[in-house]
Every structure is written in structure tokens, then in C-alpha cells.
Nanobody
Framework: QVQLVESGGGLVQAGDSLRLSCAASGRIFGTRAMGWFRQAPEKEREIVGAISGSGGTTYYPDSMKGRFTISRDNAKNTVYLQMDSLKPEDTAVYYC??????????????????WGQGTQVTVSS
């Protein structure tokens, strides 16, 4: 069983930066791909970025490239999401997710077996 706890969300102004953290339990953290997703009110959940178990491969959808950076520290069982030049449309609940066994990046929600409770990010204009 894997437990994920996100932190770092909050209220910021447009143009600000924010770094989210996701602390994971489990001794095999480094073998699992991790991802960050977000869900805004009345919108579907969408992927923000994903990273392979080793950290050597990352994925971002085109809409997220340039402002979001995912990274991980396997020694600390933690994955991060650095968000720069935030916009009001980035307002959402951000979720951390872990695959069951897959090391390669997953780009779909169904690739992930474990989810955190989410952390709210609100960007004011």
C-alpha cells in the first residue's frame, strides 16, 4: 500500500511561483512512476506532468510545457511540482499519483493506482 500526502498549495497572485511536494510511503518509491494531475471546478482531471521511477524521463502535455517542472528525490520519497508564472486558469486542486508497478511515465489517470488527497492552488488576478 502506498500513501501520498501533498503539501505546498495556497493562494498566490498571477505571475507568482509555487512548489508542491508529495511525500510517499513505501520502500519501493524509486520503482514507481509518479504524476501530478489537477482538477478545476466543473472540469475533468488533467495531467500536469509525470516522471519515471528513476527520474530520468519526464512528460508534460503541450499545454503545460515551459511553466511546470516535475522532479523527484528518491532518497526522500518525495516528488515535486515547480509551477512558475502562474495564471488564474491554473486554479485547481492538484493531486499526486503513483503507479502500482510501472516505472515508465504514465500519461493517463488509469495508469495510476494510488492518489493523494489533493492540495488547493488558487491564483488571483
Amino acid at each position: 500500500q502506498v500513501q501520498l500526502v501533498e503539501s505546498g498549495g495556497g493562494l498566490v497572485q498571477a505571475g507568482d511561483s509555487l512548489r508542491l511536494s508529495c511525500a510517499a510511503s513505501g520502500r519501493i518509491f524509486g520503482t514507481r512512476a509518479m504524476g501530478w494531475f489537477r482538477q478545476a471546478p466543473e472540469k475533468e482531471r488533467e495531467i500536469v506532468g509525470a516522471i519515471s521511477g528513476s527520474g530520468g524521463t519526464t512528460y508534460y502535455p503541450d499545454s503545460m510545457k515551459g511553466r511546470f517542472t516535475i522532479s523527484r528525490d528518491n532518497a526522500k520519497n518525495t516528488v515535486y511540482l515547480q509551477m512558475d508564472s502562474l495564471k488564474p486558469e491554473d486554479t485547481a486542486v492538484y493531486y499526486c499519483a503513483a503507479t502500482a508497478t510501472m516505472r515508465a511515465v504514465g500519461t493517463r489517470s488509469i495508469d495510476y493506482a494510488y492518489w493523494g488527497q489533493g492540495t488547493q492552488v488558487t491564483v488571483s488576478s
